[in-house]
């Protein structure tokens, strides 16, 4: 090999010794090899195909007696009182939250050992407990009066005419719901930064208007997931509402199975496949709920399903024109 006076190779030279790559060599990557990823994926099919086969072709679902079922007006009936008492067992008991975490996060001891009390009680009695003991309340108080406190009665109600079925269902679940959202609302309003506090009320802005204005709103962004959580725990919760004798969707399911013995497991599906529709609902909900209000505090939104369904479609074609170019 020749070399210029200074002991340098020439450029003629070194491009005949070591060429530049091609274009299509640089652009090509070979990814690392992951056996093991492989073989669990293939594992995980090959069971997956199996429980699907197995539904499929297993006699004993009786998938005809489960089409038979889904959309009888029984059924749906009981659908709608679950929605219904659902609906108005997260209301209230949200608003209850809301309350007590108020109360646990303000200056009176009062309120503060009240809403603690309140909190520890409920979080520790099983909610079938509260239900049952709500459904025999007319056994230790058969009127209920509001009137001066310690003297005499305004008005009286019979108990028993006001706690109905769907009655005891709603202020049993509200009840217990109103637990477990406290500590989750309290939670939200302690992740707000103390900074927003301090700039909130150096602003001059009442108590009021400073908490609905700046504080909760930030405050949901992480009470939004741990709620939501909570709401698809008190949708498969009023199944127990069964056992105060209102006929939910469960409640139904369990009726016609004693009626039809032999149709116990496909009701069984019915309301399986009922509940995954509810809670799949309350899941899409979250999300978008959640997207919106993390607009000020990420710099770019998390895709939608359909934009990672785009995504997902436009690298596939990537790929496919890079191989076919090779």
């Not at 997260?90 to 809403?115: D, K």
């Not at 399911?253 to 809670?279: F, H, K, N, R």
């Not at 799949?280 to 997207?291: D, G, L, P």
């Not at 690298?315 to 890079?322: A, I, M, P, Q, S």
Request: charged share 15%; glycine share 8%; hydrophobic share 50%.
């Amino acid at each position: 090999m020749s070399q210029s006076p200074g002991g340098a190779v020439s450029l003629a030279t070194a491009a005949a010794i070591d060429p530049p790559p091609t274009a299509a060599a640089a652009d090509r990557v070979v990814p690392r090899r992951r056996p093991g990823r492989w073989i669990a994926t293939a594992v995980v099919l090959v069971l997956l195909a199996q429980f699907v086969h197995g539904l499929a072709t297993n006699p004993f679902y009786q998938w005809d007696r489960f089409g038979y079922w889904f959309w009888r007006p029984t059924i749906l009936d009981g659908l709608l009182i679950t929605l219904q008492v659902t609906a108005w067992s997260a209301v209230l008991g949200l608003l209850g939250g809301i309350l007590l975490a108020l109360a646990r996060l303000s200056g009176s001891p009062v309120l503060r050992a009240v809403s603690w009390t309140y909190v520890w009680v409920l979080r520790s009695v099983p909610l079938i407990v509260v239900l049952l003991f709500l459904y025999n309340f007319s056994a230790l108080y058969k009127t209920l009066s509001l009137g001066v406190p310690f003297g005499p009665a305004l008005f009286t109600f019979d108990e028993s005419r006001l706690a109905t079925d769907m009655a005891v269902a709603v202020v049993g679940l509200s009840l217990n719901e109103a637990a477990y959202a406290a500590e989750v609302v309290r939670g939200g309003i302690l992740s707000v930064d103390q900074g927003q506090h301090e700039a909130a009320a150096a602003l001059g802005l009442p108590r009021g208007h400073r908490f609905c204005r700046i504080v909760f709103p930030q405050a949901l962004r992480s009470i939004t997931p741990n709620y939501v959580n909570q709401l698809i725990g008190l949708i498969k919760s009023t199944s127990l509402v069964f056992y105060v004798s209102l006929l939910d969707l469960f409640g139904t399911a369990q009726s016609m199975g004693s009626t039809y013995p032999g149709d116990i497991v496909p009701l069984l599906l019915v309301v399986t496949v009922w509940y995954l529709i509810l809670t799949t609902v309350v899941s899409v909900a979250q999300f978008y709920v959640e997207r919106y209000y993390a607009r000020g505090a990420t710099r770019t939104l998390p895709p939608t399903p359909l934009q990672r369904l785009r995504t997902g479609l436009a690298d596939v074609r990537e790929r496919l024109r890079r191989e076919a170019a090779v």
